[in-house]
């Protein structure tokens, strides 16, 4: 083969393929055991896709006249698919930390949520914001989970609840999809939350009649791209009825159905959302047994969020009742100001501990199935030929170090490579540093 390629990492110990027969996502046993090459190595071309995998001798003999732009030594080290981050809210103004004083007191998030806090006080600042001071604060939120491995993100508005608030946060959503390498699922969440001063009735024909209509329109006009619509269904906001209006109204104007349900009572919107053709529901602490058993027919994946259960003090997801019956579960760190969490691997690690998950079956759910449940496993979520050239090198002999080492994935992580330019590379001076003078005393 003659020609250039755009990045060859070579001699790997492991290369954690996640699938290597194009699945769309991996339920049962293909999440238990993943597909993991030794001793090899990969490479992307210059159109940011992977050209080739597998073992390094292979590798080097099927490219050995090729010229590269860049070749990283990946000896001793791991190869993972970029980490995918199937929900968050990265889109806001002002700082909540002081909740979480009145969380750890005792405060619950329906407490806080009726004092005015909570999704209210985040409405109220984000409101008065500027457009360019929302996008510098979420550039730099980007860049951080970045840093930490994710590759692909989804992105909600849904701190506007006005519709003039609402798209000034998808343009900025949209302005960071065009100008940054990080790929980006766009949500519009306008049902967030009930708006002061009107009824959930009034403020879901609002959705309905005004905030989607204008949303179809800039959309054609490829001012804006939206994919997913959300809503908040939960007793108090917005509830079954409301819900099935606005999500069919979305999915009639070409949004993929991805929304929050049965968080904090059990509401039926596990059942609701597999009778709508939904792609996927988050949260899901209170889902119904007969929930689980229409999400696992309909294919309609599960976003787990352990970091919301463990903030909140919430029960656990079911997370083992539904791998044992075949849903296909993803993972997302829902980030946000009530639950502020860049790290995928974070996220992995208390899904193990606290969901009972397998570290193979966390990784799959944090790729592959995170990918599917943002519609995007096509080209996501694997090391696969023909797939986006998104992974992260780890800097241990086994992948597993990355959901074991919990926290310390800034250690860990030596490259971010997106769309196949390396978009972090760890600076080891300051640790080569202290080995040094560890050596010395």
């Known amino acids: 083969m003659s020609g250039g390629q755009r990045l060859l990492l070579e001699n790997a110990q492991q290369v954690v393929l996640v699938c290597a027969q194009g699945e769309p996502y991996l339920v049962g046993e293909a999440m238990r055991s993943l597909a993991v090459l030794e001793n090899a190595s990969l490479v992307v071309g210059r159109d940011g896709c992977i050209k080739a995998v597998g073992l390094a001798d292979t590798i080097r003999r ?8 860049e070749r990283i030594d990946c000896s001793g080290k791991c190869i993972l698919p970029g980490l995918v981050d199937a929900h968050t809210h990265p889109v806001w103004a002002g700082d909540r930390v002081h909740e979480f004083a009145m969380k750890l007191a005792g405060a619950t998030y329906m407490d806080i949520h009726q004092a005015g806090g909570g999704i209210n006080f985040t409405v109220e600042h984000t409101q008065k914001a500027s457009e360019e001071e929302l996008f510098s604060t979420f550039r730099y939120r980007l860049l951080c989970m970045m840093r930490a491995g994710s590759t692909l993100v989804e992105c909600k508005s849904g701190y506007g609840l006005n519709l003039e608030t609402e798209l000034k946060m998808l343009r900025v959503i949209e302005r960071a999809r065009r100008e940054l390498d990080i790929s980006i699922s766009s949500t519009y969440c306008g049902a967030h939350s009930v708006p002061k001063g009107k009824t959930p009735t009034e403020a879901a024909d609002d959705i309905v009649y005004n905030h989607l209509p204008k949303l179809k329109e800039l959309c054609q006009r490829s001012e804006i791209h939206v994919d997913n619509i959300d809503v908040f269904c939960e007793k108090g906001v917005f509830d079954l009825h ?64 352990p970091t919301t259960a463990y903030m909140l003090r919430l029960k656990q997801p079911q997370a083992r009742k539904m791998l044992d019956e075949g849903v296909i579960v993803a993972l997302g760190s829902d980030f946000n100001p009530n639950a502020y969490c860049f790290s995928m691997s974070t996220v992995m690690h208390l899904a193990c501990v606290n969901m009972r998950m397998s570290m193979s079956e966390a990784l799959a759910a944090a790729t592959i199935n995170a990918a599917y449940a943002l519609g995007r496993s096509h080209t996501h979520g694997s090391l696969e030929v023909g797939k986006q050239g998104d992974l992260i090198i780890i800097n241990s002999p086994r992948w597993e170090h990355l959901i074991y080492q919990f926290g310390g994935y800034q250690e860990l992580i030596e490259y971010v490579v997106a769309k196949g330019k390396v978009v972090y590379k ?7 540093g202290h080995e040094e003078e560890r050596e010395e005393k």
Not at 63 to 68: D, E, G, H, L
Not at 273 to 293: C, F, K, N
């Open 242 to 305: 409301s819900t099935r209006k606005i999500l069919q109204r979305g999915k009639a104007i070409g949004l993929q159905i991805n929304f929050h349900g049965d968080e904090l009572h059990p509401m039926k919107a596990a059942e609701l959302g597999a009778e709508l053709g939904a792609r996927a529901i988050s949260h899901l602490e209170e889902v119904s047994d007969a929930g689980i058993a229409a999400m696992a027919t309909g294919k309609c994946s599960a976003v787990l969020l």
């Open 62 to 69: 099927e490219f050995a006249k090729v010229s590269f732009e």
């Open 426 to 432: 760890k600076d080891s001076t300051n640790l080569k």
